[in-house]
T-cell receptor, first 111, second 113 residues
Framework: GENVEQHPSTLSVQEGDSAVIKCTYSDSASNYFPWYKQELGKRPQLIIDIRSNVGEKKDQRIAVTLNKTAKHFSLHITETQPEDSAVYFCAASGGAQKLVFGQGTRLTINP | GAGVSQSPSNKVTEKGKDVELRCDPISGHTALYWYRQSLGQGLEFLIYFQGNSAPDKSGLPSDRFSAERTGGSVSTLTIQRTQQEDSAVYLC???????????FGPGTRLTVL
C-alpha cells in the first residue's frame, strides 16, 4: 500500500523567511496530494491540494509543487507570519479514496 | 454552512467498556471517513463510506472496532472492550461525490483508563 514520508519533523524559521516541507510517496498510482494545517487542539484544515496532472499550484503565500517522476511533493510558505505556526501534514490518495498521511511537521515562526 | 460535527468532544472510559462515537457530515457530502490520531502522531485511516457501496474497512485495527452509517448521513464508530492503546483523537471527515478534498470534524478525544 501507499507510504508517505514527511521531512523535516520540526522546522523553525524567522518571521518573513520562507519555509519548505517535503514529502515522498511510494505508490505511483496516487494522483491527489493535499496539505493540511493543524493548530494545537484544533481540527486539520485543508490549505492547498494538487492533482497529478499539475506540476505546481499557488494560493497567495503558499504553493505546492509535484514531481511525479521522483514521487515527491513540497509545500512552500513565503513571507512567513506568526499565525503560520502549526503542524502541517501532507497526504496522498490514489484510486482508493482514503488519504495516507505523513507524520507531520511542526513549524515554528520566530518573531 | 455547518461543518462536520462530532460528539462527544471528550470521552473518558474504563478499560473493557464499549464506546460509541458519532459523526455528522456536511450536508450533501456522500463520502465519510474515520481516522485516528494518537498523541503527536499523524492521522491513521480507519474506515470509509461512499453512498450505498460496501465500506472500505481496511484500516480498522481489530475486530473490536466497527462503524455504521445510517441513511447515508450520520455515522457511529463503536469500539468494544476498550484498551488503553485505543486512547487517541478520533476524527471524522466528509467529502462530496467525485471530489477529493476531505473536511474534518473537531474530533473526539478518547481516554481509556
Amino acid at each position: 500500500g501507499e507510504n508517505v514520508e514527511q521531512h523535516p519533523s520540526t522546522l523553525s524559521v524567522q518571521e518573513g523567511d520562507s519555509a519548505v516541507i517535503k514529502c515522498t510517496y511510494s505508490d505511483s498510482a496516487s494522483n491527489y496530494f493535499p496539505w493540511y494545517k493543524q493548530e494545537l487542539g484544533k481540527r486539520p484544515q485543508l490549505i492547498i491540494d494538487i492533482r497529478s496532472n499539475v506540476g505546481e499550484k499557488k494560493d497567495q503565500r503558499i504553493a505546492v509543487t509535484l514531481n511525479k517522476t521522483a514521487k515527491h511533493f513540497s509545500l512552500h510558505i513565503t513571507e512567513t507570519q506568526p499565525e503560520d505556526s502549526a503542524v502541517y501534514f501532507c497526504a496522498a490518495s490514489g484510486g482508493a479514496q482514503k488519504l495516507v498521511f505523513g507524520q507531520g511537521t511542526r513549524l515554528t515562526i520566530n518573531p | 454552512g455547518a461543518g462536520v460535527s462530532q460528539s462527544p468532544s471528550n470521552k473518558v472510559t474504563e478499560k473493557g467498556k464499549d464506546v460509541e462515537l458519532r459523526c455528522d457530515p456536511i450536508s450533501g457530502h456522500t463520502a465519510l471517513y474515520w481516522y485516528r490520531q494518537s498523541l503527536g502522531q499523524g492521522l491513521e485511516f480507519l474506515i470509509y463510506f461512499q453512498g450505498n457501496s460496501a465500506p472500505d474497512k481496511s484500516g480498522l485495527p481489530s475486530d473490536r472496532f466497527s462503524a455504521e452509517r445510517t441513511g447515508g448521513s450520520v455515522s457511529t464508530l463503536t469500539i468494544q472492550r476498550t484498551q488503553q492503546e485505543d486512547s487517541a483523537v478520533y476524527l471524522c471527515a466528509s467529502s462530496l461525490l467525485g471530489q477529493k478534498g476531505q473536511y474534518f470534524g473537531p474530533g473526539t478525544r478518547l481516554t481509556v483508563l
